[in-house]
């Protein structure tokens, strides 16, 4: 199974971009990277995904070299309601369905 | 659109009593999981289904067992609750392999 390490948490201000970087260098070649954000009292919510070089929607963008080992979830300008917890997972290895998620990252964003 | 429903949405349960938590989806995903989230750390998984009629293990499975009769109902079965089981429960589903996962709104359980 690829293992996921991410910061424990960060903080940042309003308006600011925040970038989060996950290293995962065990992932498989069939692998794909995806975040959720999870809010206190709720469940896990999906943000994006990506394989290779850069995904981006409507709340962030995905950013994969090409060696694949690590990913970084850029979050644009930043808003108090962005105050989450956000979770790096990669799939499983073996090619099943199952879904790990490791300790996630805190992030605080302050006025 | 319901999505995934759980139920109940918090339980106090004595300890050796036998508990299942339910867990309902109307998106016709084929796979489901359940997890558990302890205060102030992430998800770990205990049980998941690729399709109706399979089930598997996922890092916590032991004092839980699952079931996946049909395609929307993959409920949680704590034989023998212990306190260690205190813990908020997800349910999600999901359309296959590296598709996003849907999640419940959990159920908050608490062995006493």
């Known amino acids: 199974l690829a293992k996921t390490t991410q910061p424990i948490s960060m903080d940042s201000y309003e308006g600011q971009e925040v970038n989060i970087t996950c290293s995962h260098n065990n992932i498989a070649t069939n692998d794909y990277i995806t975040w959720y954000q999870q809010f206190p009292s709720q469940g896990p919510r999906f943000i994006i995904q990506?394989?290779?070089t850069k995904v981006t929607n409507e709340v962030a963008s995905l950013f994969i070299p090409a060696d694949r080992k690590s990913s970084t979830l850029s979050l644009p300008r930043v808003s108090l309601s962005d105050t989450a917890v956000y979770y790096c997972l990669v799939g499983d290895g073996t090619g099943g369905f199952k879904t790990i998620f490791g300790a996630g990252t805190r992030l605080f964003v302050k006025a | 659109i319901a999505g995934i429903t759980q139920a109940p949405t918090s339980q106090i349960l004595a300890a050796g009593r036998r508990m299942t938590l339910r867990c309902t989806q109307d998106m016709r995903h084929n796979a489901m999981y359940w997890y558990r989230q302890d205060l102030g750390l992430g998800l770990r998984l205990i049980h998941y289904?690729?399709?109706?009629?399979?089930?598997g293990k996922g890092e916590v499975p032991d004092g839980y067992s699952v079931s996946r009769a049909n395609t929307d109902d993959f409920p949680l079965t704590l034989a023998s609750a212990v306190p260690s089981q205190t813990s908020v429960y997800f349910c999600a589903s999901s359309d296959g392999e590296n598709t996003e996962a849907f999640f419940g709104q959990g159920t908050r359980l608490t062995v006493v």
């Open positions: 289904s690729n399709t109706a009629g399979t089930t």
């Open positions: 990506g394989y290779k």
